[in-house]
């Protein structure tokens, strides 16, 4: 199955990526500039392509960005600190993301004669954020499958949407996924800071999944403070 990965750079996505690599045939990562606080992360998804030997596509999607404010991940507000069962990382939604990246990639998919389009939401998304829930990944199927009627026939690839984010570092070992070279913190600075919602889900599913975590933060022991917050 020839397949695009929408590739943040994140750990779930490089280990999507890794995945698709060994299970089927990587056609290449697409990354979106779309106006994020910072594009670090893009960094990490063109290694991520180098290492794997296929195309990287960076897609300019500023101005559409600019035009969903309101979010922490776009505009200038602070990025709160805190697990992601907290009713304060609402302000990290960027309303319909997904959809106008997915919807991107799958014309891409149709345009290159893939099968499909690969993405690494997960179930630990669900809480805040209504387009990495499986209601919307089968509507997206069924909208593309209808858009792209006798011209193309591209499905959605979302291996993690009902699993954990421990599951995905449990995943990621058994394809080699190398997590030291995957970035998440929303904040962007020179180490992980330990302390955004991105950061403690990342520190908690290393924890979870028993797997030693290479990543270096700024604040390493936050996460349980956060994490016993939210029980």
Same mark, same amino acid.
């Given at each position: ?7 943040? %750079? ?18 290449? *990562? ?17 290694? !991520?392509?180098?290492? *794997? %030997? ?68 997960? %179930? ?7 387009? !990495? ?46 997590? %030291? ?11 992980? !800071?330990?302390? !955004? ?35």
């Amino acid at each position: 199955m020839k397949t695009i990965v929408i590739c943040s %750079g994140g750990l779930d996505s490089v280990s999507l990526a890794h995945r698709v690599a060994a299970e089927h045939e990587l056609c290449g *990562l697409l990354s979106f500039d779309y106006g994020q606080r910072h594009a670090k992360e893009v960094e990490f998804a063109a290694d !991520c392509a180098k290492r *794997l %030997g296929v195309p990287h596509k960076v897609v300019d999607i500023r101005s559409i960005g600019a035009a969903l404010s309101g979010s922490a991940l776009t505009d200038d507000i602070d990025v709160p600190d805190g697990h992601y069962a907290e009713e304060t990382m609402k302000i990290t939604v960027v309303p319909n993301r997904n959809a106008i990246m997915l919807a991107i990639g799958f014309g891409m998919a149709a345009a290159q004669q893939a099968d499909a389009v690969a993405v690494a939401v997960h %179930g630990g998304d669900h809480f805040i954020y209504p387009d !990495c829930r499986p209601g919307f990944i089968n509507a997206f199927q069924a909208m593309q499958t209808e858009a792209l009627d006798g011209y193309a026939d591209v499905q959605l690839y979302a291996p993690y949407v009902n699993i954990s984010k421990a599951q995905i570092v449990e995943d990621g070992v058994k394809h080699n996924t190398p997590f %030291g070279a995957t970035w998440s913190c929303y904040k962007g600075g020179d180490r992980h !800071c330990g302390r !955004c919602g991105t950061c403690v889900e990342r520190r908690e599913a290393f924890h979870l999944a028993g797997v030693a975590d290479p990543t270096e933060y700024a604040d390493p022991d936050f996460w349980q403070t956060a994490v016993e917050g939210a029980q």
